[in-house]
């Protein structure tokens, strides 16, 4: 599936992304800082939906889905290539996945950010109610490189 957005692309299609770049983008990330590019590549082929934004069929944003594609999904890794912010790339490609024709009447979606809080909210996303029934398990084995406590 492919959207257009401005002069861009917006693309489900994994065997297009430049896994490469996007190792790029999320090994400087603040959430997952040295991450392998191992991990990216079985991260991208594991979740249910990837999503590329392309220019001139260079690959500028990423994000992906994690979902049982029935009831849940988590949004994560959303990242736009610093030449190309500011253009509503990210909200295109929150927008393609909220549309995604088998990311249909979930419960519910959910994501964590840091600051970005904005990009979201735009779009219907709420900080969490009922805080004190949610939790969370970091296993403790995960290397310095990959800490398991997020932001
Ligand atoms: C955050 C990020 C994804 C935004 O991408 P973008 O394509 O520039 O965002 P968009 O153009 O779609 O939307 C930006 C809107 O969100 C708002 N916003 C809120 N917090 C923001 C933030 N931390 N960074 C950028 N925009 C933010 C902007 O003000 C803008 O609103 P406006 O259109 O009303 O002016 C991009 O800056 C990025 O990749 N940053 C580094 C990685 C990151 O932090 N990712 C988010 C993880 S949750």
């Known amino acids: 599936m492919i959207t257009p957005h401005q002069e861009y692309e917006i693309d ?11 190792h790029g983008w999320l ?10 590019r191992e991990i990216v590549e079985r991260a991208a082929r594991n979740s249910s939906l990837v999503v590329g934004a392309y ?17 849940f999904a988590w949004l994560c890794d959303v990242f736009v290539d610093e ?20 990311h249909q009447n979930f419960r519910r979606w959910l994501l964590a950010t840091r600051d970005a809080h904005g990009v979201y909210k735009s779009i219907g996303f709420e900080p969490l109610t009922s805080v004190e ?8 084995k995960i290397s310095a490189k990959q800490p398991g406590k997020p932001l």
Do not use: C, I
């Open 12 to 22: 489900d299609n994994v065997s297009r992304l430049d896994l490469a770049r996007v």
């Open 27 to 36: 090994t400087t990330s603040y959430w997952s800082p040295g991450v392998s």
């Open 55 to 71: 220019h001139n069929s260079v690959q500028v944003a990423y994000t992906r889905v994690v979902s049982d594609r029935t009831t």
């Open 83 to 102: 030449a190309h912010r500011g253009k509503g790339l990210a909200r295109a490609m929150v927008r393609f996945a909220l549309a995604h024709p088998e």
């Open 133 to 140: 029934r949610w939790m969370a398990y970091y296993p403790p």
